[in-house]
Each structure stands twice: as C-alpha cells, then as structure tokens.
C-alpha cells in the first residue's frame, strides 16, 4: 500500500479492491455496533480551499468513528491563508498529527504536501482528481451490482476531476469505461494516456453522449462547472447542451442501470430531477459510503 492516497494511478487493483473490502467490512461494524479494531487517539488535520459539506463531514465523523479527533482548517482562517509556505505547513502538522487530509485546486499543492509530509496525505479533491470519491463509486457499484469486473460505466459530461478519477479506478477495476465529452472538454492527458496502456478493459472517449450511454450498467455524471470554474457557467452551459443526464439517455441504457453523481447536483444542467429522484437511493447511499470508504482509506494508511 502506498503511503499517501493522491491518485488512484498509483494505486494497483489489488490496493483499490483492498479497501473496498475493508469499506465493506467497516460499514457492517458500524451498522452492527461492533467496535472497530483500530488504535484510538489518532488525529486527522483536514485542510480546505474549497467549501465541502460531503467531504468536510464524511471524513470528521469517520475518524470520530475511528476513535479519533478531526481538526478542520480552512485556507483563509490558518496561516496557508497568508501565504505560509505548504512545506512548512507539512512539517508543522506532521508534528501533531497523524493523517492529512486537503482539498486544494492545483493537484501539484496535494503533491507537494505530501513531498514534505511523515504523515500520511489524502486527497479530497484536486482540480484533477477526487480519488475519495471514485472509492465510495465503486463500492456502491459493487454493493447494488454484487461485482465490476465487466460491467459498462458511462461518465457524461465535463472532463473534470470526477471524470478522471472514474476512468482510472473504473479502469484498473476491470470494468469498461465510456465517456463522453464535449470538444474542447476532455479528460486529463495523463489520464488518456493511462488509459491507452490498458489492454484488458475497454476504454472509448467520443463527443456522442448517446453512443457513451449505450447498455451502459451504470452512468455517472457531475456540474458543468467545477469549483473555481464558476465564472466560465455561461461558457459551460453552452457547450454542454446535449449532456444531460435525461430520460431519453437514461432509455439507451441496459436494464437497471444505476446512476451516480457525487453531488452537489445542479437539476435542469447535468441531471434531470425526474432521473436524479428515480435514482436518489444509488446516489445517496454513494453519498454515505464516502464514510466508509474514507474510513477503510484512514486504517490502511494510518496503521503504516
Ligand atoms: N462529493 C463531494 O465531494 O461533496 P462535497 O463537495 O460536499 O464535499
Ligand atoms: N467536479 C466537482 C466535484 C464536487 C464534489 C468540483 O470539483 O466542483
């Protein structure tokens, strides 16, 4: 297991299915009142630059849950806010705690934490990844579907963080991945690159959502415009026209296809109400297992 948990890419599929077991068997003590066998104490720093309800509370009651503390650090009210330097703040939280968790715009701020970090470094979202997320995704998948390995996931929409973490954690899992983007809006180059080294999962990237959506057993969206992209919505609006997750994509689909969407959900954009209420049960308990799954995360890392 790595030590940090930034991207999926570093992450084999043996890592990937690793946690979701342990999500899965988390999920069942805590359902079950049975205690956790994890060692008390230990303290989670949690780092925002972005607003978060998900995240902010999902990691603060896993860790409570763990029998530990969570200290929640916005960018504006801590030092980072004026300007001091992520190498020292690294090395200063390392001293008091036991796990990092940020959610940052550039990747390269996560990467750089966790250079300077004895500590272990989690991901909550970059403007390129949002690997916390994609862990609960494929652990609701598995649990509504019993299995991956072969299943069709479809991502419509923006070529954003959700997109590319979807791609790698739906890639190394043995499933095929389509996606559809609008011109101009594609996935990470590191991420397509990834993707034309994998031989034994189908992978197609087109402009066509219907093409995308085809017998898919499981479509995925997320918001036209991510955070820090908000001055680019008219832009955006435009260009997305076509992407919506509605009831004539949702007919091209196989039988019982799931949707996901990681939320926040903007109706009448990226999703119909209709179809976001027909699937809110997928989606919400998607929403809880980023309790478990981030939990399953905090025990590998933090047990060294
Ligand atoms: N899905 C997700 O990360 O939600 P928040 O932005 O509320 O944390
Ligand atoms: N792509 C979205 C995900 C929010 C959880 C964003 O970055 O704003």
């Excluded at 087109?206 to 969206?221: F, Q």
Aim: charge should be negative.
């Amino acid at each position: 297991m790595q030590k940090h948990l930034l991207k999926l890419l570093d992450y084999s599929r043996e890592d990937i299915v690793e946690i979701l077991n342990l999500a899965d068997q988390l999920k069942y003590e805590q359902k079950n009142g049975i205690p956790h066998s994890f060692s008390k104490g230990k303290t989670l720093a949690m780092i925002f630059e972005k607003n978060s309800t998900r995240t902010r509370v999902s990691f603060e009651t896993g860790i409570f849950q763990l029998g530990g503390h969570g200290i929640f650090l916005s960018s504006d009210a801590s030092q980072m806010g004026r300007g001091e330097p992520i190498a020292d703040t690294a090395r200063t939280l390392a001293r008091y705690c036991d796990c990092i968790m940020i959610r940052t715009f550039a990747h390269e701020t996560a990467e750089e934490l966790a250079r300077w970090s004895d500590i272990p470094v989690i991901n909550g979202l970059t403007d390129r990844y949002h690997p916390c997320q994609v862990l609960a995704d494929l652990m609701t998948i598995r649990e509504h579907k019993t299995y991956l390995e072969g299943l069709k996931l479809c991502y419509i929409g923006d070529g954003n963080n959700m997109a590319n973490s979807l791609i790698v954690g739906g890639l190394k899992c043995g499933l095929d991945v389509s996606v559809a983007c609008p011109e101009g809006y594609a996935p990470h180059p590191e991420v397509l690159d990834f993707a034309a080294t994998v031989t034994d999962a189908a992978f197609t990237l087109t402009t066509d959502p219907k093409l995308a959506a085809a017998d898919a057993d499981v479509i995925v969206t997320d918001v036209w415009a991510s955070m820090g992209h908000e001055e680019e919505a008219r832009d955006r609006n435009r260009a997305f026209q076509g992407y919506q997750l509605n009831d004539e994509l949702m007919a091209l689909t196989a039988p019982g296809c799931m949707v996901q969407h990681c939320l926040p959900a903007k109706r009448r954009q990226e999703i119909t109400a209709e179809v976001f209420e027909a699937h809110a049960g997928e989606i919400f308990d998607e929403a809880e297992n980023r309790l478990h799954a981030q939990k399953a995360v905090m025990v590998r890392l933090m047990s060294g």
